[in-house]
C-alpha cells in the first residue's frame, strides 16, 4: 500500500494523530526502527497537525522545486537579514538568534477559546531514491489552544496541547543545563522494550525540537531554549543554508541519531529565527535490508545528503474559530 492510501484512510477524526504515519513502510526514517524502537520516538508527535480524511494532495508540478540544498553564495552561509552571522558553529547562530528573540515584545497569551491554525507541506525522496520528490500538502488545520480533551484521550504519549507547552516554556530557567532537564521531564524517553530510553544527549535534542516547534511560544522563552540546544552534546549547524520541503532557504540545527546513519534537523527561519521545519537527512553512505517472515525486501542504498523525510510549516496563526484564516 502506498502512502497516498495510507494517508486517505485515517480517521477524520483521530484526536492526536501519529506523525509517523506519514513515513511508513519502505521510506523508514531510521534503521531504528529495525532494532524495535518506535518511529514515533524519531519522528515525536505532530501536536497541531491533523490529517483529515481527504488526507494531503500531491503538489510537485505545483511547487516547482526538489529535495536537494541549495548552497549560499557564499558558504559560509551568512543568513539574509542577520547580518554578519556565519553559520560556522551552532552556538553562534542560536544566541545570536536568542539575542534577537529576546527584544522582542511578547503577544498576549491566547484565550483558551481561540485555535491554533497552521498549514504544512511534507516532502519525501521518490521510490528510487532520486532528489526529485513527492511533495504534498496537509490540509489546513485547526486545533483548539485548550485541546485538553485530545490531550486525555490521545494515543501519543509525547503529545501536548498549545497552552501546555506554552506555559511550560515560560517557566523553563535560564541555566542551560536546568533548563534541558526540565524539557527532557516534559517529554520523557521511553521505558519499555518497545520504546527503550534514549541517552541525554539524544532526548535532549529530539525533545528540544518538540519546543522549538511549538506554536505559539512566547520570544523570551524560546530565546532560553536556543542558548540551552546550543550546549546539547553533538549538536552542529550546516554551513549554509538549504531548503525545505517547500523550497525556501533556512538555517540547519544538526544532529546525529545514537546508532543510526541519519541526522535529525530543526530548521530555523534566517530572517527572524522562527521554526521553519524538520528534516531527516543520511549522514553516511549505507544499504538497508529487511525481512518479513520467509519474504525479504530488495537491499535499498543511500547515500550522505540525501533527504529521506522533510516538512515545512508554511503558516502558523492564533485565530478566533476553526475555520478562519489569518
Given at each position: 500500500?502506498?502512502?497516498?492510501?495510507?494517508l486517505?484512510?485515517?480517521?477524520?477524526?483521530a484526536p492526536?494523530p501519529?506523525?509517523?504515519a506519514?513515513?511508513?513502510g519502505?521510506?523508514?526514517?531510521t534503521?531504528?526502527?529495525?532494532s524495535?524502537?518506535?518511529?514515533?520516538?524519531?519522528?515525536?508527535d505532530?501536536?497541531?497537525a491533523?490529517?483529515g480524511?481527504?488526507?494531503?494532495?500531491?503538489v510537485?508540478?505545483?511547487l516547482?522545486?526538489?529535495?536537494v540544498?541549495?548552497?549560499?553564495?557564499?558558504?559560509?552561509?551568512?543568513?539574509?537579514?542577520?547580518g554578519?552571522?556565519r553559520l560556522?558553529s551552532?552556538?553562534?547562530?542560536?544566541?545570536?538568534?536568542?539575542?534577537?528573540?529576546?527584544?522582542?515584545?511578547?503577544?498576549?497569551?491566547?484565550?483558551?477559546?481561540?485555535w491554533?491554525?497552521?498549514?504544512?507541506?511534507?516532502?519525501?525522496?521518490s521510490?528510487?531514491?532520486?532528489?526529485?520528490?513527492?511533495?504534498?500538502y496537509?490540509?489546513?488545520?485547526?486545533?483548539?489552544?485548550d485541546?485538553s480533551?485530545?490531550?486525555?484521550n490521545?494515543?501519543?504519549?509525547?503529545?501536548?496541547?498549545?497552552?501546555?507547552v506554552?506555559?511550560?516554556?515560560?517557566?523553563?530557567?535560564d541555566?542551560?543545563?536546568?533548563?534541558?532537564?526540565?524539557v527532557?521531564s516534559?517529554?520523557?524517553?521511553g521505558n519499555?522494550?518497545?520504546?527503550p530510553p534514549e541517552?541525554e544527549?539524544q532526548?535532549?535534542f529530539?525533545?528540544?525540537?518538540?519546543?522549538?516547534?511549538?506554536y505559539?511560544i512566547?520570544?523570551a522563552?524560546?530565546?532560553r531554549?536556543?542558548?540551552?540546544?546550543a550546549?546539547?552534546?553533538?549538536v552542529?549547524v550546516?554551513?549554509?543554508?538549504?531548503k525545505?520541503a517547500?523550497?525556501?532557504?533556512?538555517i540547519a540545527?544538526?544532529?546525529?541519531e545514537?546508532?543510526?546513519?541519519?541526522?535529525?534537523?530543526i530548521?530555523?527561519d534566517?530572517?527572524?529565527f522562527?521554526?521553519a521545519?524538520?528534516?531527516?537527512?543520511?549522514?553516511e553512505?549505507?544499504?538497508y535490508?529487511?525481512?518479513?517472515?520467509?519474504?525479504?525486501?530488495?537491499?535499498?542504498?543511500?547515500k550522505?545528503?540525501?533527504?529521506?523525510m522533510?516538512?515545512?510549516r508554511?503558516?502558523?496563526?492564533?485565530?478566533d474559530?476553526?475555520?478562519?484564516?489569518?
Amino acid at each position: 500500500m502506498d502512502e497516498m492510501t495510507q494517508l486517505r484512510e485515517l480517521r477524520a477524526d483521530a484526536p492526536v494523530p501519529d506523525r509517523s504515519a506519514l513515513a511508513p513502510g519502505r521510506l523508514r526514517l531510521t534503521e531504528t526502527v529495525a532494532s524495535g524502537r518506535r518511529v514515533r520516538r524519531l519522528k515525536a508527535d505532530w501536536r497541531i497537525a491533523s490529517i483529515g480524511a481527504a488526507a494531503a494532495i500531491t503538489v510537485a508540478a505545483v511547487l516547482g522545486t526538489q529535495l536537494v540544498d541549495a548552497a549560499a553564495p557564499d558558504r559560509s552561509g551568512p543568513a539574509a537579514t542577520t547580518g554578519t552571522l556565519r553559520l560556522s558553529s551552532p552556538a553562534e547562530v542560536l544566541n545570536r538568534a536568542a539575542d534577537v528573540l529576546e527584544k522582542q515584545q511578547a503577544a498576549p497569551e491566547p484565550r483558551d477559546d481561540q485555535w491554533i491554525y497552521t498549514k504544512t507541506v511534507m516532502a519525501q525522496p521518490s521510490q528510487n531514491g532520486s532528489a526529485a520528490g513527492r511533495f504534498t500538502y496537509v490540509p489546513d488545520n485547526w486545533v483548539p489552544y485548550d485541546n485538553s480533551a485530545a490531550a486525555k484521550n490521545g494515543k501519543d504519549d509525547d503529545y501536548r496541547t498549545s497552552r501546555q507547552v506554552y506555559r511550560a516554556a515560560n517557566e523553563l530557567p535560564d541555566d542551560p543545563a536546568r533548563l534541558l532537564a526540565k524539557v527532557r521531564s516534559f517529554y520523557p524517553t521511553g521505558n519499555t522494550a518497545e520504546s527503550p530510553p534514549e541517552a541525554e544527549a539524544q532526548h535532549s535534542f529530539r525533545a528540544m525540537g518538540l519546543m522549538v516547534e511549538a506554536y505559539p511560544i512566547a520570544p523570551a522563552a524560546l530565546a532560553r531554549i536556543y542558548r540551552a540546544l546550543a550546549t546539547v552534546p553533538g549538536v552542529h549547524v550546516t554551513d549554509h543554508l538549504v531548503k525545505d520541503a517547500a523550497g525556501r532557504e533556512v538555517i540547519a540545527i544538526t544532529r546525529k541519531e545514537d546508532g543510526s546513519h541519519e541526522q535529525r534537523e530543526i530548521l530555523l527561519d534566517p530572517h527572524d529565527f522562527s521554526y521553519a521545519g524538520m528534516r531527516f537527512v543520511v549522514s553516511e553512505d549505507y544499504v538497508y535490508t529487511s525481512s518479513a517472515g520467509k519474504v525479504k525486501f530488495p537491499s535499498e542504498k543511500f547515500k550522505a545528503g540525501q533527504i529521506k523525510m522533510s516538512e515545512a510549516r508554511v503558516e502558523a496563526a492564533v485565530v478566533d474559530a476553526k475555520g478562519e484564516k489569518p
